[in-house]
């Protein structure tokens, strides 16, 4: 609520301002003709009263901006307290079980299996942060290669599926040789993140598809799909930004810290592609499209000659 209150604010004071410059400029007018002297006074005045104008606008739009980063910020904090808290409470419970009790071998090794889950949850918290951190750094060009994305997409999407403790067939793969010359690390990093949201976000049974095609312009396309809620056509744009969760951190059930898609954006712009959200052809859910500069495998022969 102090959040909607502090955002009003400015909202309503600019517009209360830019009434007072009008009902000034009517005025003014009113007393330059009476003056006599109306064309020297109104381009000064209009000049004048052009850039008040420009300033109230100036004004509100970066106190929305400030605003909406803070609401964020905001999100952003209580997202990671919960993701730091919670594998650490989990652990502090299993250590002081084992501790104080006696349980069988066979409990043991559930106990440290799931202790050794939430401390793989805490390093991946840790390293996205640390990503977004190094995103504006400059980085050379010498730890680039050529990669091939099929294999790539399919080691990410095992990993996901095994984080999720879902059967590998979760993820549907439809792939096409391609290869494509960049990092492997940010591309692991970009689709790793895409995949994992689509596992997170996707229906009660989740079922998510993954296609690899070449384009005709020496570009290669995936295609990430799943069958969840879906991302209304207003928030497209949004979901990619810093610290960017839909809903209230209150209130949602899925972990995260709004940094996955801005992190993925961001190496993909790198890498010279693009990425946007699409409706699926048929039923509920989105697509996740990344277009990036690669190529087909050439065959044997070709290189051989």
């Known amino acids: 609520m102090s959040l909607r209150r502090s955002l009003s604010l400015p909202i309503v004071l600019a517009i209360v301002m830019i009434t007072l410059l009008v009902v000034l400029t009517v005025g003014w007018v009113l007393l330059s003709v009476v003056n006599g002297v109306y064309w020297a006074l109104l381009a000064i005045g209009s000049t004048f009263i052009l850039l008040l104008v420009v300033g109230v606008v100036l004004y509100l739009i970066l106190s929305i901006k400030a605003i909406n980063l803070t609401r964020r910020q905001s999100n952003f904090i209580d997202s990671v307290t919960h993701e730091l808290k919670s594998p650490i409470a989990s652990m502090k419970l299993y250590l002081q079980t084992l501790s104080r009790h006696q349980v069988s071998q066979a409990l043991q090794a559930d106990f440290y299996r799931f202790m050794l889950e939430d401390l793989e949850r805490l390093d991946r918290l840790i390293n996205q942060m640390l990503e977004a951190g190094r995103l504006d ?169």
Do not use: W
């Open 137 to 305: 750094a400059e980085r050379s060009d010498e730890d680039k290669e050529d990669v091939e994305l099929a294999e790539l997409l399919r080691g990410c999407a095992a990993s996901v599926c095994m984080n999720y403790r879902v059967p590998a067939q979760t993820v549907h793969l439809d792939l096409q040789p391609g290869i494509v010359f960049g990092r492997r690390v940010d591309l692991d990093i970009i689709f790793r993140n895409l995949i994992d949201n689509a596992v997170k976000y996707a229906g009660a049974t989740p079922q998510v598809e993954v296609s690899l095609r070449p384009s005709g312009d020496d570009h290669l396309v995936v295609r990430i799909s799943d069958n969840g809620g879906g991302i209304p056509p207003q928030l497209r744009r949004k979901i990619f930004g810093r610290f960017v969760r839909l809903g209230s951190e209150l209130e949602r059930k899925k972990p995260g810290t709004g940094l996955g898609l801005y992190i993925a954006r961001t190496l993909v712009r790198q890498q010279r592609g693009s990425i946007r959200v699409r409706d699926p052809e048929s039923g509920p859910g989105s697509v996740f499209e990344v277009q990036l500069p690669g190529r087909s495998p050439r065959p044997l022969g070709e290189d051989k000659a």
